[in-house]
T-cell receptor
Framework: ETGVTQTPRHLVMGMTNKKSLKCEQH?????MYWYKQSAKKPLELMFV???????ENNSVPSRFSPECPNSSHLFLHLHTLQPEDSALYLC????????????FGDGTRLSIL | RKEVEQDPGPFNVPEGATVAFNCTYS??????FFWYRQDCRKEPKLLMS???SGNEDGRFTAQLNRASQYISLLIRDSKLSDSATYLC??????????FGAGTRLFVKA
């Protein structure tokens, strides 16, 4: 039990599908993050929300659309993805800013057909 | 040059060995540093935070060398269960933390 829960754990979708990834944190943290992890590559920061306001958008293509309705929930809406978007998508949360460590969810393994 | 760079390994060591990993960072403004452990097909889990010169937690010791801009992780008396990928991360302030690609460790009986 990590305190950060992601659903679904696995997702296979076609390039024309629309799906959403969900993340919920039970740690009382104020910041939430989306990362992409591809094989043998570093974690790539995608988006950061602090008190449900977006503070970072790391030049992510518009086919990825984040939503943060409150400090405990974070979504990543997916639309018209490409095969190179297949990866592990990790959600994380932290107290305060980057001087504090982040706590990660189990991740969603996404495969684009 | 990558912002955070690690030797990808793999490091293959016998049980009981001492092993050390280095991680270099390019941004001299980096203030906070972390080591995470990631098992195969799992999420990264925080191993240690490194805020000043270093700290120790049981068999694990992390050190920070600001002059040379690197952090290190020392694992003493390696266990089979230490086999994993070790990620280092650096934060320069704000919410952007940069992760290295990780160093793979295999501990063998």
């Amino acid at each position: 039990e990590t305190g950060v829960t992601q659903t679904p754990r696995h997702l296979v979708m076609g390039m024309t599908n629309k799906k959403s990834l969900k993340c919920e944190q039970h740690l009382g943290h104020n910041a939430m993050y989306w990362y992409k992890q591809s094989a043998k590559k570093p974690l790539e920061l995608m988006f950061v929300y602090n008190f449900k306001e977006q503070t970072e958008n790391n030049s992510v293509p518009s086919r990825f659309s984040p939503e943060c309705p409150n400090s405990s929930h974070l979504f990543l809406h997916l639309h018209t993805l490409q095969p190179e978007d297949s990866a592990l998508y990790l959600c994380a949360s932290s107290v305060g800013q980057g001087e504090q460590p982040q706590h990660f969810g189990d991740g969603t393994r996404l495969s684009i057909l | 040059r990558k912002e955070v760079e690690q030797d990808p390994g793999p490091f293959n060591v016998p049980e009981g060995a001492t092993v050390a990993f280095n991680c270099t960072y390019s941004n001299s403004a980096s203030q906070s540093f972390f080591w995470y452990r990631q098992d195969c097909r799992k999420e990264p889990k925080l191993l240690m935070s490194v805020y000043s010169s270093g700290n120790e937690d049981g068999r694990f010791t992390a050190q920070l060398n600001r002059a040379s801009q690197y952090i290190s992780l020392l694992i003493r008396d390696s266990k089979l269960s230490d086999s994993a990928t070790y990620l280092c991360a650096a934060n320069t302030g704000g919410f952007k933390t940069i992760f290295g690609a990780g160093t793979r460790l295999f501990v063998k009986a």
